[in-house]
């Protein structure tokens, strides 16, 4: 396969910029200062438990509905929209605390996740594709380094090897089925464990929730946040996914790992 261009080179870089900026914890740590922290300690042991089933549970709903939102055509991205939505459900739910999560939760996954379905279908994936929905499905799963995140000490091919065999099993799963049977033990592993990384964000979420005062303040920018980060993680996902299209992915891959 012949090497990348400058310009492509130049594409790369951006792409991983996005990809290995500090994750998620840190953006918020940032915005909400200590308080988030003291949200952290306060959050109940019962809750943390709670958001394993949620999260698992957004995630398969998200998988299911946010592609039929959107048409097959391909087109330019709309990130302001989504960003906006994701706001508007954040406010709603941050009103009611931590009990309107449980609703909240599920809402927000699916506008995040027909946001990285957009982003998909502007670099040419066909979002129709259940190996277009596996894969926006791996982005939930990219938190990027930070000393709070469960990803801390890995980079985004770190990420995608940790869920290869999985992504594997259940591409071959829904290729013979289709997405209908979400209950099989292929699409339940990997959503598992896709799940269990997106706990940790949730948690941080669910802290947000504790801070006195903030409320539905706190919950529009914490869903502000979550939908910038995803935006940004599938950019650079898509991108690197359109040119292992390209390339091969063995040559990105190097590029990538070189550009480090």
């Known amino acids: 396969m012949p090497a990348l261009t400058a310009a ?9 910029r996005k990809l290995e900026n500090p994750g998620l ?20 042991a019962s809750w ?12 398969s709903r998200a998988m299911s509905t946010a592609a ?26 941050g009103a009611f ?11 927000s996954t699916v506008l995040i996740m027909r946001a990285i379905l957009d982003i998909a279908r502007a670099h040419g994936e ?10 926006a499905l791996e982005v939930f799963a990219l938190g990027g380094p930070g000393s709070a995140d469960d990803a801390a000490e890995s980079g985004y091919y770190a990420v995608r090897a940790a869920l290869a065999t999985a992504i594997g099993e259940a591409t071959r799963h829904v290729a013979a ?3 209908g049977q979400q209950g099989a033990p292929a699409l339940v592993r990997l ?12 948690t941080q979420k669910a802290a947000s929730m504790l801070i006195p005062g903030l409320g539905a303040a706190a919950g529009a920018t914490v869903n502000l946040l979550f939908m910038q980060h995803f935006q940004a993680m599938s950019e650079g996902h898509f991108t690197l996914r359109r040119l292992e299209r390209k390339y091969g992915a063995d040559v990105v891959k190097a590029a990538y790992l070189a550009a480090g």
Do not use: F
């Open 126 to 135: 066909d979002i129709a594709s259940p190996e277009t929905r596996l894969a």
């Open 97 to 107: 605390g931590l009990p309107g999560l449980t609703v909240e939760i599920p809402v």
């Open 68 to 93: 039929g939102t959107l048409g097959k055509e391909q087109k330019e991205a709309s990130p302001r929209l989504h960003k906006v939505l994701g706001s508007l459900s954040g406010a709603g739910g």
């Open 191 to 202: 959503l598992t464990m896709v799940a269990t990384r997106y706990k940790i964000q949730l």
């Open 8 to 16: 492509d080179l130049q594409t790369l870089a951006a792409a991983r």
């Open 48 to 59: 943390r438990e709670k958001l394993g089933g949620v999260a698992h549970e957004a995630l």
């Open 25 to 44: 914890a840190v953006r918020l740590s940032n915005h909400l200062g200590s308080p988030l922290e003291k949200g952290m300690a306060k959050l109940p």
């Open 177 to 179: 089925n289709g997405l």
